[in-house]
């Protein structure tokens, strides 16, 4: 069985600060992570994987995320947060051994304030 | 501009009722899957299908059906709605299942209401 989880519903930082947004998997195997984020009344956009090789792996618009197959944690970061970042964030993982199932997290609404 | 297009964006049905959500995409990607968004819940798949002419069943597939009769055209079919498959229906694609490594595609959503 394969499960993501993001502990956090909501995190809110003042502009400049840094952002991060925090998600934990279970995999048997070895895990595929993704992180997606939502606009308001959007479809979900692609922002960055981590598949294989170095640990941090950078992505659209600023962000990053470090994979920490110890903490079993693959966390969203952005140095200086904007506005513009005020979204809906999704996690999500697939175990290598599947070829289709990608599960969700359930998402953290991310809210940067000016 | 390439992508997905998914119809209706919005409906409200009645219980009971046959509906069918539409989605095209034209990047020619092999791999497409629906999923319902719920508030607390993320996203959940419903049906996946890895290449045209074959079909699969997600985590959440009761009361719903697909087809893949060709690339493009990935139709989700609610036989008979009820008031719990209210939600929002996100088609997505991939290019490929198999190798999965890369990122899904959405479509803007079909907001849909069951009373």
């Known amino acids: 069985a394969q499960s993501v989880a993001q502990p956090e519903d909501q995190v809110n930082v003042a502009e400049g600060n840094p952002l991060t947004v925090k998600c934990t998997y279970s995999?048997?195997?070895?895990?595929?992570l993704f992180w997606y984020v939502q606009y308001p009344n959007r479809g979900l956009q692609f922002l960055l994987k981590?598949?294989?090789?170095?640990?941090l792996v950078k992505g659209s618009y600023g962000f990053e995320a470090e994979f920490n197959k110890s903490q079993t944690s693959f966390h969203l970061k952005k140095p200086s947060a904007l506005v513009s970042d005020s979204a809906l964030y999704f996690c999500?993982?697939?175990?290598?051994?599947?070829?289709?199932?990608?599960?969700f997290g359930a998402g953290t609404t991310v809210t940067v304030r000016a | 501009i390439a992508g997905i297009t998914q119809a209706p964006t919005s409906q409200i049905l009645a219980a009971g009722r046959r509906m069918t959500l539409r989605c095209t995409q034209d990047?020619?990607?092999?791999?497409m899957y629906w999923y319902r968004q719920d508030l607390g819940l993320g996203l959940r798949l419903i049906h996946y299908?890895?290449?045209?002419?074959?079909?699969g069943k997600g985590e959440v597939p009761d009361g719903y059906s697909v087809s893949r009769a060709n690339t493009d055209d990935f139709p989700l079919t609610l036989a008979s709605a009820v008031p719990s498959q209210t939600s929002v229906y996100f088609c997505?694609?991939?290019?490929?299942?198999?190798?999965?490594?890369?990122?899904?595609?959405f479509g803007e959503g079909s907001r849909l209401t069951v009373l």
């Open positions: 981590y598949i294989t090789g170095d640990n």
């Open positions: 999500a993982v697939r175990d290598d051994r599947y070829d289709y199932k990608l599960s």
């Open positions: 990047m020619r990607h092999n791999a």
């Open positions: 299908s890895n290449t045209a002419g074959t079909t």
């Open positions: 997505a694609s991939s290019e490929t299942a198999a190798s999965n490594t890369g990122e899904l595609f």
């Open positions: 995999v048997s195997g070895n895990p595929y």
